[in-house]
Each structure stands twice: as C-alpha cells, then as structure tokens.
Antibody
Framework: QVQLVQSGAEVKKPGASVKVSCKAS????????MHWVRQAPGQGLEWMGI????????SYAQKFQGRVTMTRDTSTSTVYMELSSLRSEDTAVYYC????????????WGQGTMVTVSS | SYVLTQPPSVSVAPGQTARITCGGN??????VHWYQQKPGQAPVLVVY???DRPSGIPERFSGSNSGNTATLTISRVEAGDEADYYC???????????FGTGTKVTVL
C-alpha cells in the first residue's frame, strides 16, 4: 500500500541542525511532489516547502529560506528535510506529505517526526 | 501573504449537521481542500477541489466554495467526527501552500 514512513524523534540543542527522512513506498516515487509541513504543540499546520523527486528542484516558504534544505535519494525513494540554526520555536512535529502533478491537495501523509529543541 | 480564517471551535449534537467555514479573499477562485486531524495522528484529506471526496471518505462529508467563504459540511455527525479540521489552498501569487487556522469540532 502507499505509505510514507518517517524517521524517529529527535532532541537537539539550540543552534544545532536536524535532518528528518521520509521513505516512500507503494507508488512511483518520481511521479509525485513531496512537501514538508510542521505543527508546533497545540498549534496549526505550517507549510515549509516542496521538492520534486524527479529532478530535485525545490521551493521553500519564505519563512524558512536560508535555514531549510530538502533533498532526495531516488535509489531509496527517500526525501530529507534538514533544518539548521534550531531554536526553541522549531519544536514541532514535522510531516512529509505528497501531492500529485495535477492536484495540490496532500493525499498521503507520513506519521510525523517530533523534533524537540531544548538546552 | 494569503490568509485563511476559520472559527476556533464548532459544537454539534450527534445526528445534527456541522458547518465549518474558511474565509479568504476571493477564495471562490481557488481550489480548497479540507483535512481532518485527530489527536496524535497525521491529517487526513476528507475533501479536495472544493467538493470532491477521496475514496473511503463517507458521503456525510461535503464541501462548497463561493465568494470569500468555503464551507465543509458534516451531516449526521457521529462521535468519531470529533477532531480538528483545516482548510488549505495553493496561493499562486506567493507560490505557497496555505493552511487555515483550524477548527476544533466537539460532538456534544
């Protein structure tokens, strides 16, 4: 079945970086865009950016420009999201989610990865 | 940037109808998608392109979109519908995906 499986929870200190993975299975990896969405505790959903697994091109939300990097490995059908210069406000659950080339709704989501930033 | 506004909460009795609004400037010109999120779980797409349902989503979930307001309607509400609901659009002017502020639906 179609699924996105993310890496496990992380605890980081302020100023550090975190890299979260999202492994896709059950569909053609390069046929769908992949996004990252985060949710701080008790808060709403926030879109971070998109990567096209086919060519690797990316587009990031203005808020995260310069701090986020999204990459992919087509040999393992995995996308990665690295966030640098972490601060306490980055404590959140990070989700990967896919969209099709013709529909900009997120139809499949990963299970989420909790990232805690604490000294 | 484009802003989507939802009521923080909606309460409804079992068997009744819940309506959740999503306000945005000329939102009727955009495709609106809706997600259900239960505590500790990832969001689930329940309506896409204003009013279409993914396979497996009950017909009780429906949507509409016109002018400055999109609406998610849940008919014959059940206890299992208690969750947070988010609207979402793609904003072409910023090339960003935008989520609404979220609405907590409580089944009385």
């Amino acid at each position: 079945q179609v699924q996105l499986v993310q890496s496990g929870a992380e605890v980081k200190k302020p100023g550090a970086s975190v890299k979260v993975s999202c492994k896709a299975s059950g569909y053609t990896f390069t046929s769908y865009y992949m996004h990252w969405v985060r949710q701080a505790p008790g808060q709403g959903l926030e879109w971070m950016g998109i990567i096209n697994p086919s060519g690797g091109s990316t587009s990031y939300a203005q808020k995260f420009q310069g701090r986020v990097t999204m990459t992919r490995d087509t040999s393992t059908s995995t996308v990665y999201m690295e966030l640098s210069s972490l601060r306490s406000e980055d404590t959140a659950v990070y989700y990967c989610a896919r969209t099709t080339r013709s529909l900009d709704a997120f139809d499949i989501w990963g299970q989420g990865t909790m990232v805690t930033v604490s000294s | 940037s484009y802003v989507l506004t939802q009521p923080p909460s909606v309460s409804v009795a079992p068997g009744q109808t819940a309506r959740i609004t999503c306000g945005g400037n000329n939102i009727g010109s955009k495709s609106v998608h809706w997600y259900q999120q239960k505590p500790g779980q990832a969001p689930v797409l329940v309506v896409y392109d204003d009013s279409d349902r993914p396979s497996g989503i009950p017909e009780r979930f429906s949507g509409s979109n016109s002018g400055n307001t999109a609406t998610l309607t849940i008919s014959r509400v059940e206890a299992g519908d208690e969750a947070d609901y988010y609207c979402q659009v793609w904003d072409s002017s910023s090339d960003h995906h935008v989520f609404g502020t979220g609405t907590k639906v409580t089944v009385l």
